[in-house]
């Protein structure tokens, strides 16, 4: 009974300290201003202080989905208020899909994820287009020439060439990556669920990720003078952009032009990061103890692997732009196998030392 008493307390604290993390987004908007009831977008009365949040219950859950509301000019400035209205008008309608993503429980964006990403998960090629040999042709059939109902993984793929080929698991994914249009199991089955989810839930691709950022922008823009509206406006957008900050659970860099809208970002951003990596320490001690096996031990210490590599990218972002190749690359067959040589030698390989000859 000595050993099982504090074991609960751990637990008992990582799933507080999760649920701090779960409940960050509705702190940062939930005490926003609000002067009336939530109304559908087309029937807002313009200039009565249409601005702040309302919560709405989402049918067969408990959770609340907070619609942001923004105000909106009055009628003898619509006309010239144009733009910044539309900004308006994109912002909460794409701001009610996140939220009420993130209250049904989904990944609310992916910044990484276009349409082109899509299409090589729901758009199989026809049969006679790639030689049976080729990774694309066995992402889609099997061997017997039969389709398959969702294409193969990155990960499954990976291993199924690998023991084809007699190959390596790091050489394995090297082709896969670089000669298919897998993708990773995650991100394949976010798409694949997207498209069955109802439009006002439905999470964001990249597109609609970089059109919510530009409408917030936009926004931001456009109320830089000191009326009532164009405060308030901007209080809202701060708040919101802290919230997206707070949302996604992989880095991506700041996708805003306006300073303040980006530093507000990357700082939200940043601690949402750091506070997942002290909730998969928190699991990692408490499977620990309770002697749950080594799956749980190694599914925390995995997940906390990850974050920390996600704030490494996110402490040195100017170093992505930079890794290019200086030269054209060759793919050339040695031994029997393919490699890719840039400049004459082939990259991760040191080259030999010339020994300077005494004449």
């Known amino acids: 009974m000595s050993v099982s008493t504090p074991a609960s307390a751990r637990v008992r604290e990582a799933v507080e300290a999760r649920a701090v993390a779960v409940s960050s987004v509705e702190t940062l908007l939930g005490d926003l201003p609000t002067a009336h009831r939530a109304l559908p977008i087309g029937h807002r009365i313009a200039g009565q202080g249409c601005h702040g949040t309302q919560a709405s219950l989402q049918s067969g859950s408990a959770r609340a989905a907070a619609r942001v509301r923004f105000i909106y000019f009055a009628r003898n400035e619509a006309d010239q ?96 990556a670089c000669r298919s249009r897998a993708l990773p199991a995650a991100d394949q089955a976010w798409l694949i669920d997207r498209r069955s989810t109802p439009l006002a839930r439905r999470p964001l691709n990249q597109a609609e990720y970089l059109a919510l950022a530009a409408a917030l922008d936009g926004i931001w823009d456009a109320s830089g003078g000191s009326s009532h509206v164009e405060c308030v406006n901007r209080r809202i957008v701060l708040r919101v952009v802290a919230a997206l900050g707070s949302l996604l659970d992989e880095y991506a860099a700041s996708p805003f032009k306006a300073a303040a809208l980006s530093e507000a970002f990357n700082e939200h951003h940043l601690a949402h990061l750091r506070q997942s990596i002290e909730d998969s320490r928190q699991a990692e001690s408490a499977s620990g103890a309770l002697l749950a096996g080594p799956k749980a031990w190694f599914a925390a210490k995995s997940a906390r692997m990850r974050a920390e590599h996600q704030i490494g990218l996110a402490k040195s972002p100017a170093t992505l732009p930079a890794m290019q190749l200086s030269g054209r690359a060759l793919v050339a067959v040695v031994g029997g196998r393919l490699h890719t040589f840039v400049d004459g030698r082939r990259p991760g390989v040191r080259p030999e030392p010339t020994h300077a000859t005494v004449g």
């Open 81 to 176: 208020r144009l733009d910044c209205h539309r900004h308006l008008v994109v912002a909460e309608i794409l701001l009610g899909r996140v939220l009420a993503a993130h209250a049904a429980g989904l990944r609310p964006m992916a910044p990484a994820l276009d349409y082109a990403a899509e299409a090589c998960v729901a758009l199989r090629p026809p049969h006679g287009m790639f030689h049976p040999a080729t990774l694309e042709y066995r992402r889609w059939y099997r061997a017997d020439g039969t389709t398959r109902t969702q294409p193969l993984t990155r990960e499954a793929l990976s291993l199924r060439l690998a023991a084809d080929e007699n190959l390596s698991m790091k050489e394995a994914r090297a082709r896969v």
